[in-house]
């Protein structure tokens, strides 16, 4: 059955171990939270897909599939102190 998500932080990033069931029936779910979480503490986010890279040796071929990237940005103004107006004094 699937496992409860948990988010902890590991070398300063945040991860969550996902199981197969947890992924085959709750992913978009969990993206969806992520989201929305995120955005409500001023981040932005796009979704990138990377295309499917192909290489042809000798030895024989390969291809890498797809991969689905989040990219989340939060503008300057957002990040600076309350009522500065610039991040250099």
């Given at each position: 059955s699937a496992?409860?998500?948990r988010f902890d932080i590991l070398?300063?990033?945040y991860?969550?171990?996902m199981n197969h069931d947890y992924q085959k029936y709750h992913e978009?779910?969990?993206v969806a939270v992520i989201c929305d979480c995120m955005e409500e503490m001023g981040w932005f986010f796009k979704?990138?897909?990377d295309s499917t890279i192909r290489s042809d040796k000798a030895?024989?071929?390969s291809s890498t599939t797809n991969r689905e990237i989040?990219?989340?940005h939060k503008p300057i103004e957002r990040l600076l102190?309350?009522?500065e107006t610039t991040l250099y004094s």
């Open positions: 496992q409860v998500l070398d300063g990033h991860y969550a171990a978009e779910d969990a979704f990138q897909y030895s024989g071929s989040m990219v989340f102190p309350e009522g």
